[in-house]
């Protein structure tokens, strides 16, 4: 599997290792679930660099021999991205209807600045479902938009027919960062390196623009 050798110990280890040690079957076998597991975790905690699990996950796909690698990966990451979406939705609902919230809406509230929370809200009242796709494109952008729904009183339905696209752009626009990272080299292991930075300075532009403004 291609992201058995993407993240964490065990994963660095095998991107490392021989096929002929680490037979792709198992590596398949281990990884997609552990793509799921650690997207899904970082929709829901988002302290994860999802971005770059992804992107390594693909590098590591195009240099294997068993087919689908690349599909199985976008099949994997952005089901996992839409379910902990819906997960982290669902409970920040929860917390809206109760009287002391909850500590998944307070922990949704602590990544949106009042700021950005603002220009979500704007955004999501012109041009709605749209912003939604966007929103998981931009570098932290994700939150804020979840909160501007939450705040509008979107139901989970509604939020999740536009958080499907969204989930599925995104998966698409990583992958492609680590299809075109892992051309470049021949081993698998400096393909990630390059994904893995590439997308970290992605990610770091936003913040690094709004310090400069």
């Known amino acids: 599997m291609p992201f058995a050798q993407a993240g964490g110990p065990l994963l660095a280890a095998s991107a490392v290792t021989p096929a002929s040690i680490v037979p792709e079957s198992t590596q398949q076998a281990v990884g ?59 409970l920040g609902r929860r917390g809206m209807g109760s009287k002391n919230g909850s500590r998944w809406l307070e922990a949704i509230r602590s990544r949106a600045p009042e700021d950005r929370l603002a220009q979500a809200q704007e955004k999501l009242a012109a041009h709605g479902v749209a912003v939604l796709v966007l929103s998981r494109l931009v570098p932290a952008g994700r939150i804020p938009v979840m909160l501007a729904c939450l705040m509008a009183k979107w139901p989970l339905r509604r939020f999740s027919r536009g958080n499907l696209p969204a989930c599925l752009a995104w998966a ?42």
């Not at 796909?61 to 690698?69: D, E, K, R, V, W």
């Open 172 to 213: 698409v626009t990583y992958q492609l960062i680590g299809i075109l990272g892992g051309s470049l080299f021949d081993e698998p292991w400096e393909g990630v390196l390059a994904a893995v930075g590439l997308t970290l300075v992605i990610s770091a532009v936003p913040a690094v623009w709004r310090r400069v403004r």
């Open 32 to 90: 997609y679930p552990t793509l799921f597991l650690l997207v899904l975790a970082g929709a829901l905690v988002p302290v994860i660099p999802t971005g770059a699990l992804v992107s390594s996950a693909a590098v590591v796909a195009i240099h294997q021999t068993a087919p689908f690698s690349l599909l199985m990966v976008f099949l994997t990451a952005s089901l996992a991205a839409f379910l902990g979406d819906a997960a982290l939705y669902w």
